[in-house]
T-cell receptor, first 114, second 114 residues
Framework: KAGVTQTPRYLIKTRGQQVTLSCSPISGHRSVSWYQQTPGQGLQFLFEYFSETQRNKGNFPGRFSGRQFSNSRSEMNVSTLELGDSALYLC?????????????FGQGTRLTVV | KNQVEQSPQSLIILEGKNCTLQCNYTVSPFSNLRWYKQDTGRGPVSLTIMTFSENTKSNGRYTATLDADTKQSSLHITASQLSDSASYICVVSARAGGSYIPTFGRGTSLIVHP
């Protein structure tokens, strides 16, 4: 069974640009969650999607958005990039809402904003 | 405000020795507590998940305990191996309506020396 796939693995963007990251969950999983990981803040929850609906949102500005498609694949978008958005962005998939069952993480997308 | 505190921040041990990592939390209403292992440059991997009614959960050489009264958890690693060198992250989820909000600890960085 294929694991969670995140693309691209590495990305370099300039301040002010926007970026879209993609996450393909494990087949059959309906929940996809997104996280930001930085050395200073550790792992922080961005949002969770279940059956194409955003179920939860962390404490991030509106520049961070996401969506989920009918095949459960998910994308997150960051607009008007800032230097502080440089981070490892992780997604995780699970059968049900993430808190209620085991979550499987992808390898992450390393975003560098210059 | 929900918080998860982990200690120690870092730990160095010799191969073959045991160690215990601590996690204290103030998360309400409590749903579950998870321990993850994260190797450098990779996504976290789930080690254990515990609900309110469970006080011990094992996964091979990893044993997690939960004291819901004192809101403390520990992760005990037995007979450490070089491959145990990683960051160990404690995550506590709060129930929010029909979904869950995770709060992450900053992690304990474990280095196992030969």
């Amino acid at each position: 069974k294929a694991g969670v796939t995140q693309t691209p693995r590495y990305l370099i963007k300039t301040r002010g640009q926007q970026v879209t990251l993609s996450c393909s969950p494990i087949s059959g999983h309906r929940s996809v969650s997104w996280y930001q990981q930085t050395p200073g803040q550790g792992l922080q929850f961005l949002f969770e999607y279940f059956s194409e609906t955003q179920r939860n949102k962390g404490n991030f500005p509106g520049r961070f958005s996401g969506r989920q498609f009918s095949n459960s694949r998910s994308e997150m978008n960051v607009s008007t990039l800032e230097l502080g958005d440089s981070a490892l962005y992780l997604c995780a998939s699970s059968l049900r809402l993430e808190g209620g069952t085991e979550a499987f993480f992808g390898q992450g997308t390393r975003l560098t904003v210059v | 405000k929900n918080q998860v505190e982990q200690s120690p921040q870092s730990l160095i041990i010799l191969e073959g020795k045991n160690c215990t990592l601590q996690c204290n939390y103030t998360v309400s209403p409590f749903s579950n507590l998870r321990w993850y292992k994260q190797d450098t440059g990779r996504g976290p991997v789930s080690l254990t998940i515990m609900t309110f009614s469970e006080n011990t959960k094992s996964n091979g050489r990893y044993t997690a305990t939960l004291d819901a009264d004192t809101k403390q958890s520990s992760l005990h690693i037995t007979a450490s191996q070089l491959s145990d060198s990683a960051s160990y992250i404690c995550v506590v989820s709060a129930r929010a309506g029909g979904s869950y909000i995770p709060t992450f600890g900053r992690g304990t960085s474990l280095i196992v020396h030969p």
